[in-house]
C-alpha cells in the first residue's frame, strides 16, 4: 500500500514546487494567482507513480469528482480576472468512449466556459489496433479556455504572425502588426521511443504549447500555476518569461527532472513556427492553386495559400 504524501515545497530557480495533492493547495493564498495552465491525467491511462492519491485510478465518476475538487481550489486561488488553461482529449476504454473534454465542461463550476482552441499534434500516436480500422487516427488535443470573470476584464495578447501576402490585400482595417496566429497549433509532441528508459515523463506537453498561452494570458511578472505539473513544463517556459510558476506535483519521484527541466535554457519560440498555415513541412492533398477571396477589381491573383 503507497503512503500518503507529507506535503514539502522547493524552490527551483526561483519558481515553487510542491509536492502534495493539488485537491488541496493549502500552500497557496486565495486571489494570488492571474493564470492556470495545465494537463490533467486522463482518466485509468497512466500510472504515473506509487501514491494513493493520484487521479484517475477511480471510476470515471471519482475521476470527474476529483478534477473538479482540483478546478475548485484553482478558482479560489486565482483572482477574479484569471485564465484556467485545460489541456485534455477524450479517452476509449473496454469499447466505450468518455469524452472527458466535454464532461469537464459540464460539470464545472464557478468558472465560465469561454474558449475552445486546438492542439493539433501532426505526430500524435495511432490508434490503439482494437479501433485501428474503425476510426481516424485522431491529430488533436483540446484547450479549454475558462475565465472566473465575465470574460471582458481578462488579460489578452493576441499572437500575431507577419501576413504573407499583404501588398495583395487591398482592404484598409489590416492589422499591421500582422494576422492573427488563429486557433490551430502545429505542434510536434516530444514522443521518443525509448522515452521511458531516458527517465523522462511519459506526457509532458510541449514548451511551444505553454508558451503560446503564457503569451496570450498573462502578463511579465504574473503568477503563473500548474496543478499538475508533471516534469515541470509549465514552470521551465514561466521562468523563461518572466513569471513567477506555482506547480503541484503528487510523484515526489519526479524531483530530479523537474528541477533539471525548469533550470534549462530555453527560447520562447517564433509564433510563425506555430502556424499551420506557414509550417514549412505542411502539405496538403491538392497543393491546388486557389483564387484569393478579397480582390476588388474582380481580378484576384492565382496565389498558392500553401507554399
Ligand atoms: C499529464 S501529466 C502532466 C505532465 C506535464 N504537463 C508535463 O509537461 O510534464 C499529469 C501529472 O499529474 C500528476 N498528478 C496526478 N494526480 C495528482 C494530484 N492529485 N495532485 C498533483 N499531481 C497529480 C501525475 O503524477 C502526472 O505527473
Redesign the pocket.
Known sequence: MAETIVPFEIDVAGQRVIF????HMENVDAGSVNLVV?????WNL?D??D?D????AGSYEEYLD?LNR?WDECYRVCDDDAVLVI?INSRRSKGEFYPIAFDIVARMQGWRFWDHNIWYIPNALPQPNAYRERLLDNKFESLLVFTKGDGKSYHFSKPRVPQKYAQADTRDNKNSNGRCLGNILRIPAYRPPNIKSMGY?V???PEEL?AFLIESYSRPGNIIL?????????LKVARVMGRSGIG????EE?RDLIERRISENWEVPDWKDLDILHSATMKTGTGKPRKAQFAKNGKAPEINLFE
Open positions: 502534495s495533492n493539488s485537491k495545465t494537463s490533467p491525467p486522463y497512466k504515473y507513480g501514491s492519491e493520484e487521479i484517475g476529483d482540483v489541456n515523463h506526457a509532458a506537453f505553454v500548474d496543478p499538475f505539473l508533471g516534469s515541470g513544463t509549465t503541484y506535483e503528487v510523484h519526479y
